[in-house]
């Protein structure tokens, strides 16, 4: 769901109040955070100020499935520590919104809700769920989505300029040969170096361990005793982190689309690259399968291969009035990732595939786009500066893959995984040349919790089923509930899944560990 203008309309006098603050860029303002064990004191948790909203919100959701819902919107502005090695210390802010349903009953809290990244942003998300969860959970809690630290409204990590994120959007999607392996590596040497050149060791205040004590102090600012959390992919890691530093304050937790939490970075990535390309052959097989044919014809596998190969020597214009951008190999292979993500998006990455044959490429520099945060006038949210920033903040330097290794691994996976092995390869190696000190994300069995809901896909490209797997293995009080279905992320997707997430919601009624879903 992108509403981006429509948030900031909404938050813009927010951001007045917000504009005198500390933030995490002002010189001296962080130092790298320590283990939740060694942290001196617990900080107070800051009121939230929020701000009628409904309007502005409203205004832009206005069409959309689920609008004409009876929902009301506000929009919250708060303060956390930059560093929790000084809780009393500088601030930064955090931007909140909050829906709630008319006519609500026997209310039980908050739900809160992150969508994933790192970098999306939970604001937009906390609308989109008003908008698709169940009307039994809206019942029954408000819907309460922040903008994670570096993220969005919250003091937002802004160090790629939009030239180079388009450089790195329009890269080889396939690098194998020693000449696109370290074209990849200059790419990833730029980012880091203008991400180190804007806030130099600050960047490590933009890690998951200090979003998930924001997230508990926002437990306490919302009136809540306990958290009731739905997370989903990267949301997964942030839950279960919180999870383990607090695990006594865990009410409920839906963990959809988990990140595995095993730390075996090749392993990962390797299995990643499996899932993506078995998510294509599904898209692929449905294609073919379709009644009135696949306008890719028998083989849409073959097809894009061409069509690769043809954009690499021409790239596709397209015939949006005003667009400027050809279509290379890069934004095709993000074009394509975009649509693995749901199968709703299907049809258009069929048609976009297409057109671009054809010579017209716009439909998929609008899955593309959709997928980098680029806007229409030629800039970026800061989606990718922000998942970049966490990610590497997160990452334990002691994983990294070494760069021959990398090299080795690129050319065989491509042979073994053509449309996304390489890539994934040379992915291991975006925080190698990160400059800033790291605070790596802790092992995670949240020993004390209530009983935290593990959800899996079976043909989830991006986050693949084996995570889910061992996230609910390690956590002391995981349950582990699968679908069988395609796509990324499940809940509120399939009745099984719904009704099995809605029950431990709300009466906090567990299921069967192991419980499968059909697609």
């Known amino acids: 769901m992108r509403l981006s203008r429509g948030l900031l309309a909404a938050a813009s006098g927010l951001l007045v109040a917000v504009s005198g603050c500390t933030s995490a860029s002002d010189d001296g303002a962080a130092e790298s955070s320590a283990p939740a064990s060694s942290a001196p004191a617990e900080p107070e948790a800051a009121e939230i100020a929020w701000t009628d909203c409904d309007a502005q919100l409203s205004e832009q959701l206005t069409g959309l499935p689920g609008s004409e819902r009876d929902l009301a919107f506000e929009c919250g502005r708060t303060e956390v520590p930059i560093s ?17 349903l008319a006519g609500q009953t026997d209310r039980i809290g908050s739900l809160v809700i992150n969508p994933g990244g790192p970098g999306v942003s939970g604001a937009e998300a906390a609308l989109g769920s008003a908008l698709t ?100 992919s990267y949301g997964t890691t942030l839950g279960s982190t919180y999870a383990e530093l607090f695990p006594d304050r865990v009410r409920a937790l839906v963990l959809d689309a988990a990140v595995d939490p095993d730390d075996d970075p090749r392993a990962e990535a390797e299995q990643q690259a499996t899932s993506l390309e078995a998510s294509f052959d599904a898209y692929a097989a449905n294609c073919v399968g379709l009644v009135a044919g696949c306008p890719l014809g028998p083989d849409p596998r073959r097809f894009l291969e061409e069509l690769l190969d043809q954009a690499e020597t021409a790239p596709i214009p397209s015939a949006r009035p005003g667009e400027t951008r050809q279509a290379t190999p890069g934004v095709i292979g993000t074009a394509v990732l975009s649509a693995l993500y749901s199968t709703d998006s299907w049809p258009q990455l069929s048609q976009g595939l297409a057109a671009a044959r054809n010579g017209d490429a716009q439909h998929l520099f609008s899955l593309a786009d959709a997928y980098t945060g680029r806007l229409e006038d030629g800039t970026y949210t800061n989606r990718l500066d922000a998942a970049l920033a966490i990610s590497c903040a997160d990452t334990d330097p002691g994983t990294e893959v070494p760069e021959e290794e990398v090299r080795t691994l690129a050319t065989e996976w491509g042979q073994r995984f053509p449309l996304f092995g390489a890539s994934s390869a040379v992915a291991l190696r975006s925080c190698a040349v990160w400059e800033a000190e790291r605070t790596p994300i802790p092992e995670r069995d949240a020993e004390g919790a209530a009983p935290i809901l593990v959800v899996g896909t079976a043909g989830d490209p991006v986050t693949p089923l084996p995570g889910a797997v061992d996230m609910a293995e390690d956590l002391a009080s995981g349950v582990l509930l699968t679908w069988q279905g395609q796509g990324h992320t499940a809940y509120p997707r399939t009745d099984c899944v719904t009704g099995a997430v809605n029950a431990y919601l709300i009466d906090l009624v567990v299921p069967q560990d192991g419980q499968t879903c059909p697609a």
């Open 133 to 232: 969860l169940p009307e039994d959970v809206l019942r029954r809690f408000d819907v309460v989505g922040f903008d994670p630290r570096g993220v969005g409204l919250s003091t937002p990590v802004e160090c790629i300029p939009p030239d180079l994120k388009d450089r790195v959007i329009a890269a080889e999607p396939r690098p194998t040969t020693p000449e696109q392996v370290e074209e990849a590596f200059g790419l990833q040497q730029d980012l880091a170096d203008g991400c180190a050149e804007e806030y130099g060791e600050a960047l490590d205040t933009f890690n998951t361990v200090d979003t998930a004590r924001d997230m508990d102090l926002l437990r306490q600012s919302l009136g809540d005793e306990q958290l009731t959390y739905l997370g989903y």
């Open 84 to 100: 929790y090695d000084e809780p009393q210390g500088a601030t930064l802010p955090l931007f909140l919104v909050r829906a709630r």
